[in-house]
């Protein structure tokens, strides 16, 4: 009898031995799984952002654009031509209007120059003032001539916002350590079918929202479908906004070799 009871004990430890290894294999499957998942979402999270951060760029560029002001009590409209030179090199040469044309911007890698013909003056914009108003705009200098790479200068992650769309790609930006950048997060939207960003929104180091900017109006400029238009609103200033309309924009055109240089600044056209 006992050794009739020792061989069924036997056999159930077998069963339950047989069937912990059963749920090991099961789990361990299943985290494996969940990590290849999360180390592919990591790769995609950096192509997407990447796309964006080029959207606009290309080995050089030219564009004419249109920059709205709106304040409660004014509006002001300038007009502009761009170009750019990678991701290290802008320039930007007022138009419009007649008061202001002539003003113009430099920037080679990290440092920044303004020219203000009625002074006849260069002036070199310190990197503490990158993030200051340009032109009385809802945009810095830094988000005009795009100094910062979201790739190169921020940790990036997708999230899932109570109100996210099924459509909808959000990725969360958070500035690498030593990085001089004033906002402490960015949410970024982008649309999943061809990466296309919807929206942009900045937040202080309380965690407030402090701006958003909306991306809208596709079309397509040589080979390329974008947001033709950009529209910058300062939560904090409910009536105030500034409006971007890109109305030409060329990309891998040829350029003079003398763009990017501080002649070229005080440069009559």
Known sequence: MNQKLRIVNFDIMVVMMNGFRVVIIVLCAVLMSSFSAFAQKGLDVREIVDKVDKLYRSDTSRSEVEMTVVSEHWERTFTMNIWTEGMDRTFIYIT???KDAGISTLRIGSE???????????MKVPPSMMMSSWMGSDFT??????????IKDYNLRFITPADAETDNYYIELIPKKDIPIVWTKIILIVRKKDYIPIEQSYFD????KMRIMTFSEIKKFGSRSLPSVLEMRPLNKPKKKTVIRYKDLGFDVKLKPDV??????QKKR
């Open 205 to 208: 180091e309380k965690g407030r």
């Open 112 to 122: 920044m120059w303004n020219y203000l013909p009625k002074i006849n003056k260069v």
């Open 260 to 265: 990017f240089t501080l002649r070229n600044l």
């Open 141 to 150: 200098n830094d988000d005009l001539v795009k100094e910062s790479s979201m």
């Open 96 to 98: 419009g209007p007649r």
